[in-house]
């Protein structure tokens, strides 16, 4: 067959490329730009090297800020996908009212706009009108989270949880759904127990939904910003200022931009280094052996 | 090892069943021989698979009981039955070995070490699986993996009996043939209770001893290969069993013959006798293209016919001839001639059958 030659066919990616280079790649590249200069304003920059990245690197509060987010999203990943597993284990199957219902009440959580999410722990945490916060002071402890960085963190978390807990549940589920019902039988015949249907056959069918959830949940959980500025500001102090809070203090508190451009570099680098460690992490024990 | 009983057991997935369409399974008493290979034929939906579940223990039947050398199981599960079972599609543990997989029904139970690398390396050995023991299930074909459902099968030496639920449905028709063939020979060798459902009277005439007819939920006939072919206790396994079907024409009774259109067709006596006390119902008669005879008109007993179309299958031929308005199929040899202008049939009275309302009284 010959080969069609049409260079016609170049117009119809043009739209694709232009929305592209708007939206991703000019932006990138104005902030790789800023990130070796010095700016005072508009026209007066001057340009500095390596000099941002140094500064960011040997960054104190930085430091602190990453240690805090590594331990942060550790602790979503660790809470919210064995939850997420739990949940959809119990959940009910096949098409019932049951079924339906469940769906609709894990799915309102992640409706829930952020800031929205935010208010509502706020409020809900707080001891004179909130739900959770009076009934702690109801019963004896001593939960402020407005000035005991422990509670803050805490209520960050519990809030991170409450938010999105939902959302690995319900691709486990649908993981789990997938599941011929053939495998459930033969391993009743098989005469496996409860764990080992778990363990070998329903952890490996929810493997591929799985990398999703904790590359989702990392990723978002690295990034959050909105709940816990809303919640606590990044207060008390700097116990719950994150990454993406001490980014934006950075550019648009001190306008600082050149050091926050070489920041959101360092930043995004970071993010994409633990995707490919988690994403590698996971697809190789899955595969096992090596050929 | 054991004796399968069925006593007036019945399905239905109706809660409150009253007519009799509205059982997946009809009422069924039958004692299934231990250590036989049993095959379960019929067309989708006619409740084979039902039955085989019931067998099983993964369904609890609506009606009756199931017992295993005379002990109640009804309610029993797979695992108390001690039964194994292999399904259509292959169901193999991803992240195990072939080996594992294999093992895991022998290590579920707490079966000694030495006796499962045995029993597995035997099965292995059994279904030329053995290359393959140290690889992930997950990386072979669909072949090998439901060589290793099957495994898992036949891997327990203490069964009560074995399930197959139309298990080569996703195998090559080559590797089929050596499956069976496989199967057949590890049942010879090691007498276990075979139950094969299937919907191909190849693989269920070729893989059994005794062959269960399904149709609409009821077990239309039980028999050996033979037994279904030769006297076909049912019109429909005549039709389901032989290629092409029986021949059937509708007919009414006479003093010691069937009358087709008129034409007299002498019957079996025992016919006459099971037929003489009955009137009513709907009466037809049936023969196997096998056992009708292509003859000239003039002979003894020669029906004039209209030969319509000659097929040659290479091995035999298969001629349609015409009598009035019943268009009937003739198996004959490949040196037979077929006349062209005189040609007629004969019934042999041995392989004559009459089929009343279906079911066959002589």
Not at chain 1, 3 to 17: E, M, S, Y
Not at chain 2, 142 to 148: G, T, V
């Amino acid at each position: 067959m010959d080969k069609v030659q049409d260079n016609r066919a170049w117009f119809l990616i043009i739209p694709v490329f232009l929305i592209v280079a708007f939206s991703a790649v000019i932006p990138l590249m104005t902030v790789v730009n800023y990130s070796v200069q010095e700016i005072f304003g508009p026209g007066q920059t001057f340009f500095v090297g390596t000099e941002w990245f140094e500064a960011v690197l040997k960054d104190e509060r930085l430091h602190d800020a990453l240690v805090r987010q590594i331990i942060y999203s550790l602790a979503v990943l660790a809470i919210e996908i064995p939850l997420g597993i739990l949940i959809a284990l119990g959940m009910p199957g096949g098409r019932s009212a049951k079924t339906s219902l469940t769906l609709v009440l894990l799915a309102l959580p992640l409706l829930i706009p952020f800031n929205v999410v935010g208010t509502i722990w706020q409020i809900f945490g707080r001891g004179d009108i909130g739900l959770l916060g009076a009934t702690f002071r109801a019963i004896g402890i001593d939960y402020n989270y407005t000035n005991n960085s422990a509670h803050a963190w805490v209520t960050v978390l519990v809030m991170d949880v409450w938010h999105w807990t939902s959302l690995v549940a319900l691709l486990c589920y649908a993981g789990l759904q997938s599941i011929p019902p053939a495998f459930y039988q033969a391993a009743k015949i098989d005469g496996a127990s409860k764990w080992a249907v778990f363990r070998y056959i329903q952890l490996p069918k929810m493997r591929g939904v799985l990398i999703i959830a904790v590359l989702l949940r990392f990723m978002d959980s690295f990034m959050i910003y909105t709940e816990p500025f809303v919640l606590t500001g990044g207060g008390p102090g700097n116990s719950t200022t994150f990454l993406s809070q001490y980014l934006t203090q950075m550019a648009v508190g001190q306008f600082d931009i050149g050091k926050a451009a070489a920041f959101s570099i360092v930043y995004f680098l970071i993010v994409l280094l633990f995707s490919f460690i988690f994403y590698t992490i996971i697809t190789r024990t899955g595969e096992g052996e090596k050929k | 090892m054991a004796t399968i009983q069925f006593d007036n057991l019945g399905h239905s997935y109706h809660p409150h069943p009253s007519k009799p369409e509205d059982y997946a399974l009809r009422r069924l008493s039958q004692e299934w021989e231990d250590g036989k290979a049993y095959a379960l034929l019929g067309p989708s939906g006619c409740g084979k698979s039902t039955l085989l579940n019931i067998i099983s223990g993964l369904l609890v039947p609506s009606e009756g009981r199931v017992l295993f050398d005379g002990l109640d199981v009804t309610r029993c599960t797979p695992e108390e039955r001690n039964i194994a079972q292999v399904f259509q599609f292959p169901v193999i543990y991803d992240t195990m070995t072939v080996y594992e997989n294999l093992a895991f029904p022998l290590r579920n139970r707490k079966v000694p070490a030495a006796d499962v690398d045995r029993r597995v390396r035997q099965v292995a050995e059994a279904l030329d699986l053995t290359a393959d023991l140290k690889k992930r299930a997950q990386r072979l074909t669909p072949d090998a993996k439901q060589k290793i459902s099957m495994g898992r099968g036949l891997v327990r030496s203490d069964v009560a009996a074995i399930l197959f639920d139309e298990p080569l449905t996703v195998i090559d028709p080559h590797t089929k043939w050596i499956l069976r063939r496989k199967l057949r020979q590890i049942h010879e060798e090691y007498r276990l209770t075979m139950i094969y459902v299937t919907h191909d009277q190849v693989e269920a005439l070729t893989f059994a001893d005794k062959v269960a007819v399904m149709y609409e939920g009821a077990m239309v006939q039980l028999g050996t290969p033979q037994e279904l072919f030769e006297n076909p206790e049912h019109t429909f396994v005549g039709y389901f069993i032989g290629s092409p079907g029986i021949n059937l024409m509708p007919c009414t009774l006479g003093s010691d013959h069937a009358l087709v259109d008129g034409i007299a067709i002498p019957l079996p006596d025992r016919a006459m006798s099971s037929a003489g006390g009955r009137v009513g119902g709907k009466f037809e008669l049936g023969i196997r293209p096998e056992f009708l005879e292509l003859t000239r008109s003039g002979n003894a007993g020669a029906i004039p016919v209209q030969v319509t179309g000659v097929d040659d299958l290479g091995t035999s031929k298969l001629a349609t001839v015409r009598l009035n308005n019943h268009t009937l199929k003739v198996r004959l040899s490949e040196e037979q001639e077929i006349p062209a202008l005189d040609a007629a049939i004969r019934f042999p009275t041995r392989w004559t059958k009459l089929y009343r309302d279906s079911h066959l009284i002589g």
